[in-house]
């Protein structure tokens, strides 16, 4: 039995190094990085790809925060065709773990130490069972203000330290004939920017309690009712046309001037970086006034499936080359995110990046780390999506007062629990 038993494991093994000499040289990945920013930073890794001899095969489902693409996603491990990779957020990828068609990276992250070298609010959501089945790409943050310096010199403005700051320099913008806040009318915008509200409004034990924890006091308080009123403010400082509009689109206007600000994750500093404008010069990045210390963090993942042995090699290939430290550097500094690794150095990043790597530092070491609702690492996605839903239904006049919003919010949070 033992024998028969050795001969089967001998023979698998050939047949595995059979397989392993026709490896399959290409990387299939699912991904919603298709604006200008984003397609940018995703060539330095089909590069650094191509570099090693593998092709890249494209599959980009447009849509930003990627809910389109998780749709995507799922209809293809439905049908069992696993990509090589699949672009992620947090809870989804222990989502997909937790059915069992991740793949098993361990030997790598052994091999390359990311162990020591990835944080641990990352490696919560990249190591499922004591098994490693995902690589995380970068950092980013959603609690930062984008402003068009132009305009903020026109209406001599500075930089707002309080919410009522904030409400005061939009005023100004107004006045002067500028839309003061660009945003797009898509929830998962809306839900992005009242991550930082409720930060803002209730500091930062409540929003851990509220957008983390999920607890029922803290959703149910006057402190979300009154993070609620001050959403429903900054929305009366939005042009008519924001319904529908992506976030690049919401970006852009501030980067022609068109607009004062837009408060956005640092996803959208790729775009700045895109159109060639200096931090300081051509735009300035705050963090959302009254928040400064927090960081409130969403990481892009490369959750990886468990595919077929002859596409194993090029899942390692992807996973290396991400986790490397000139390809955490030479990405992030083009995506406007700051790496997953706590030792790069910041040199090759501008003053903002410089500034997202040490308030990453602080925050994780102060315990003023917080996941973003909006963007997959404060609950799982059923949460997530009723928390958009209700935040967006509030900002478009569906829900009309805070009063409901937050009875709403409650009872959506519940069911979806
Ligand atoms: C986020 C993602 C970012 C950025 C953004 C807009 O969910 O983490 O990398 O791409 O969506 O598409």
């Known amino acids: 039995m033992l024998r028969k038993l050795l001969i089967g494991t001998a023979l698998a093994s050939g047949l595995a190094f059979a397989a392993h000499?026709?490896?399959?040289?290409?990387?299939q990945m699912l991904h919603?990085?298709?604006s200008g920013g984003e397609a940018a930073a995703l060539n330095v890794l089909k590069q650094d790809l191509a570099k090693e001899g593998y092709a890249w095969k494209d599959v980009p489902v447009a849509g930003g925060g990627g809910d389109a693409a998780m749709t995507a996603l799922k209809a293809m491990v439905a049908a069992g065709n696993y990509p090589t990779a699949s672009q992620m957020l947090g809870y989804t990828v222990l989502d997909y773990a937790a059915a069992g068609v991740m793949g098993d990276l361990t030997e790598t992250a052994k091999k390359e130490g990311w162990d020591k070298s990835v944080?641990?609010?990352l490696q919560k959501f990249s190591v499922y069972d004591g098994k490693w089945v995902a690589a995380p790409v970068n950092v980013h943050s959603v609690n930062w203000l984008w402003i068009n310096k132009a305009v903020m010199d026109k209406i001599g403005g500075a930089e707002p330290k309080t919410f009522d700051d904030f409400i005061a320099l939009l005023d100004k913008a107004k006045a002067a004939g500028v839309t003061p806040l660009a945003l797009g009318g898509q929830n998962w915008q809306e839900a992005t920017m009242f991550d930082s509200v409720v930060l803002s409004t209730g500091g930062p034990e409540f929003y851990k309690k509220a957008m983390n924890d999920l607890d029922d006091a803290s959703l149910k308080s006057d402190t979300m009712k009154k993070s609620f009123d001050n959403l429903a403010k900054l929305v009366t400082y939005v042009d008519p046309n924001f319904s529908g509009r992506d976030w690049n689109l919401a970006?852009?206007?501030v980067i022609k001037g068109d607009a004062l600000v837009q408060v956005m994750g640092d996803w959208a500093k790729g775009e700045f970086h895109a159109a060639n404008k200096t931090p300081g010069t051509d735009f300035l990045c705050y963090r959302f006034p009254g928040t400064d210390g927090s960081v409130i963090y969403n990481s892009d993942m490369f959750g990886m499936f468990n595919v077929p042995d002859d596409r194993k090699a090029a899942q390692v290939a992807?996973?290396?080359?991400t986790l490397s430290k000139s390809f955490q550097s030479a990405f992030n500094v083009v995506k406007g995110s700051v790496p997953a690794r706590t030792d790069v150095p910041d040199t090759d990043f501008d003053a903002c990046g410089k500034k997202g790597i040490a308030d990453l530092k602080k925050a994780n070491e102060g315990g003023t780390l917080f996941g973003s609702l909006a963007q997959g690492y404060g609950a799982p996605p059923a949460v997530a999506n009723a928390y958009k839903?209700?935040?967006?239904k509030f900002v478009h006049g569906q829900i009309k007062t805070s009063d409901e919003a937050v009875t709403e919010l409650v009872k959506a949070i519940d069911d979806a629990k």
């Not at 839903?389 to 967006?392: E, G, I, T």
């Open 318 to 321: 992807l996973a290396t080359a």
């Open 251 to 253: 970006t852009a206007m």
């Open 32 to 34: 919603w990085w298709t």
């Open 119 to 121: 944080p641990a609010a």
């Open 389 to 392: 839903d209700v935040v967006s």
């Open 21 to 27: 000499a026709e490896d399959v040289k290409e990387v």
